[in-house]
């Protein structure tokens, strides 16, 4: 008894196993041959208005401002501004001590009386010897004189108007002298060339400056219009083809979080500015001037600040949300880029040619139907279609994954709850 009982044991127990086998088995056979279901959400096609925006960061500027550099050598005599005062076009902002200056042009001013003394008695004898050159003429016609008297008057005229025009020549070299000494003594005061505040001070009373007539000297001011801003911010290369003079901008300053500034684009760079030239990490930007329409006296130079640029406007155009737009290869060059060998090199060129199409994924009958379209300008949610869809069709919005990789034509798909089309701007 007790081995039979034994023997029904184990029956039972392989039964079972061989049960639970046959039942993986089956499950394994039926759930290979289930068509896959993708899960989407999808979006109605409907017409919208589209702007298309460049964003760039970088730095607020005064439109006008001067450096001032010193053009005088000496000490600081008088200092009569400060940093952030309001000054005035003619206003004194610096003095140097000016004792080397008015030494010099002391100096010249006794050189250029000098030569003036110098032709004045010159011019005198020059007279005279003009005179006695003429009378000996006079006696030479009337054979009273002799052919060496004559040659000895006109040579001794001759010489003495030769001093008396190097004697001119002194006097305009020694007025040249006094007028670049009278120069150089009024660089030693400055004062501003524009209304304006003072956004920079380098320098301090009795401190010494230098000056250079071929170079810049010393940096002692920044004179700046505070009252016309702009923001001076870089483009990238592939962006700054989109932006033309006159488009419309709206500036936000972060020292001014909750406010946001009109501008418009007054000055496109020609020259790029390049940095990590030669590295992995080289960005190669354009130069882009907003004037800031609405500026706050609050707003300071050097203040960090973003651009939206609204480089194009369209109203009423046909539009899908922007991740439903995706790039796919066609079966042709699909095959080409797995490795499969074509049949000729022309054929090979013909494949290597062809270019990722913009597609999107339509729903129809709880099928996604791959649509080949043309699409236009964008903003940051939706973009224009030119051509391919006529509108009111529901296209897939999300997720990424399923637009990217897992749709294909005619795939099998369940809907989520469809995300509701914007309502028109």
């Given amino acids: 008894m007790a081995n039979g009982k034994k023997s029904k044991k184990k029956l039972f127990i392989f039964g079972g196993l061989g049960l639970l086998l046959l039942v993986v088995l089956l499950l394994v056979v039926f759930s290979g041959n289930k068509e896959e279901i993708v899960s989407v959400q999808t979006e109605k096609v409907e017409k919208r208005n589209v702007t298309q925006v460049v964003s760039a960061t970088g730095k607020i500027n005064p439109v006008y401002q001067v450096k001032i550099s010193a053009e005088a050598t000496g000490e600081i005599v008088d200092l009569p501004v400060r ?8 206003q004194l902002l610096v003095r140097i001590k000016p004792d080397n200056y008015e030494a010099q042009k002391n100096s010249a001013e006794a050189r250029l009386a000098q030569s003036k003394s110098s032709l004045s008695s010159t011019k005198a004898q020059l007279d005279k010897v003009e005179s006695d050159y003429k009378r000996v003429q006079e006696l030479a016609q009337k054979k009273l004189a002799s052919d060496a008297e004559l040659e000895n008057a006109k040579s001794t005229y001759l010489q003495t108007l030769g001093s008396y025009e190097a004697m001119k020549s002194g006097v305009t070299q020694a007025e040249a002298s006094l007028k670049d000494a009278v120069t150089n003594l009024n660089k030693t005061i400055v004062y501003s060339p524009i209304n304006g505040t003072i956004s920079k001070r380098n320098i301090d009373l009795s401190e010494r400056v230098l000056g250079s007539g ?5 940096e002692m001011l920044t004179v700046a219009d505070l009252s016309k801003m702009e923001a001076t911010v870089n483009v990238d290369e592939n962006d700054v083809v989109l932006i033309s003079v006159g488009d419309t901008a709206k500036v936000h300053v972060d020292a001014f979080s909750d406010k946001t500034f009109k501008g ?10 390049t940095k990590g030239l030669g590295t ?10 907003v004037l800031i329409i609405n500026a706050e006296n609050s707003i300071r130079p050097g203040m960090s600040c973003d651009a939206d640029i609204e480089t194009e406007k369209k109203q009423n155009v046909l539009t899908v949300p922007i991740q439903s737009v995706t790039a796919r290869l066609d079966k042709q060059n699909m095959s080409a880029s797995q490795g499969e060998q074509p049949e000729n090199e022309a054929k090979a060129k013909k494949e290597r040619s062809n270019k990722p199409k913009e597609v999107v994924f339509v729903i129809k009958d709880n099928k996604a139907n791959m649509v080949e379209v043309k699409t236009g300008i964008s903003d940051d949610t ?4 030119l051509s391919g869809l006529k509108g009111d069709e529901d296209v897939v919005s999300g997720p990424y994954r399923a637009i990217s990789k897992e749709l294909d034509e005619g795939s099998k798909v369940s809907m989520q709850s469809k995300r509701k089309g914007t309502e028109k701007k």
Avoid: H, L, M, W
Avoid at 382 to 385: A, D, K, S, V
């Fill in 264 to 273: 418009v684009v007054t000055q496109i760079g020609n020259s790029a500015v």
């Fill in 83 to 90: 940093e952030g005062d309001i000054v005035r076009k003619g």
């Fill in 280 to 289: 992995q990490d080289e960005v190669v930007n354009f130069e882009v001037k």
């Fill in 382 to 385: 939706y973009i224009e279609i």
């Fill in 214 to 218: 071929f170079s810049p000297g010393t």
